[in-house]
């Protein structure tokens, strides 16, 4: 049996200890926060979002830290407070104590979960007839892109994706050699290509600029330098450049334009 003196000794102790960890908790939690925030910028992240898509998932990215960071702060408040129970009134406390660090994870995560499940039909929803569509190819190891505008002959480019803002643009992808994965992280999400089958995706860029796209699913040994530019443009630039792009070759021949045939 333990002296009163000792058991109160004892508990002044582990709140100390409680204490001083979750201060180093929180000196890290804040530095960790100062370093991913700096990283949050730039052309290749999902939290700088300039199309639809990436947006909702910006959004619940920081829906779900934040749900993250109650229940850790909830289950810390609980544990201070573990620590502080009188003996007289252990049982009751622990009761409670069980109850609140059950429920208020399944509430947080409830929450979180109906706010994804609510998202996704907005993510993979059909386009609207005639939605611009872009064929892309996953080589090894770049990446193949080809427009088909009607009424106007096709043509390709490598590495490079030009975009109009403001409008849906459906991508079809496809692979001749093994799984890729296109990402472009400031427009939305990604999608895997892969051989005998065409998937799609539907982006939809709200802001003009140069974005850098890249190949999300480890495809052999040139895997890391699979990356490409996605350049959205006004509507105006992107529908003058497409008809530039699908007008027949010219050729600087002596110091004279030619003319050559499509
Ligand atoms: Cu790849």
Redesign the pocket.
């Known amino acids: 049996m333990s002296h009163p003196q000792f058991g109160r000794f004892n508990m002044e102790r582990t709140c100390q200890q409680v204490c001083n960890v979750l201060r180093v908790l929180g000196f890290l939690v804040c530095l960790l926060s100062a370093v991913s925030l700096a990283a949050c910028a730039g052309v290749q992240s999902s939290l700088a979002p300039a199309g639809q898509a990436a947006e909702r998932i910006a959004a619940l990215f920081w829906w779900m830290t934040a749900g993250a960071a109650l229940v850790w702060l909830g289950i810390m408040i609980l544990a201070i407070y573990a620590t502080k129970a009188d003996g007289a009134h252990r049982q009751q406390q622990a009761q409670r104590i069980i109850l609140l660090g059950a429920v208020l994870p399944t509430i947080v995560l409830a929450g979180l979960l109906a706010y994804g499940l609510h998202l996704l039909p907005q993510l993979i929803a059909p386009p609207p007839e005639g939605t611009l569509r872009i064929n892309v190819y ?1 080589e ?2 770049w990446w193949r892109v080809r427009y088909e505008p009607v009424g106007r002959p096709a043509f390709e480019l490598a590495n490079e994706i030009r975009l109009p803002v403001a409008e849906p643009v459906e991508f079809l992808l496809h692979s001749h050699n ?1 799984i ?2 296109f990402w472009i992280p400031s427009l939305g999400g990604k999608v895997d290509l892969i051989p005998g089958r065409v998937n799609r995706l539907t982006l939809h860029p709200t802001k003009t600029g140069v974005f850098r796209g890249t ?1 999300a ?4 040994t040139g ?1 890391a330098t ?1 990356a490409f530019n996605a350049i959205v443009l006004s509507r105006e630039e992107f529908h003058l450049w497409l008809a530039q792009q699908s007008e027949p070759v010219r050729e600087s021949v002596a110091g004279r334009n030619v003319e050559s045939q499509p």
Do not use: A, K, L
Not at 217 to 220: P, S, T, V
């Open positions: 996953g090894q190891w093994v890729h994965s190949c699913e480890y495809c052999g895997h699979m």
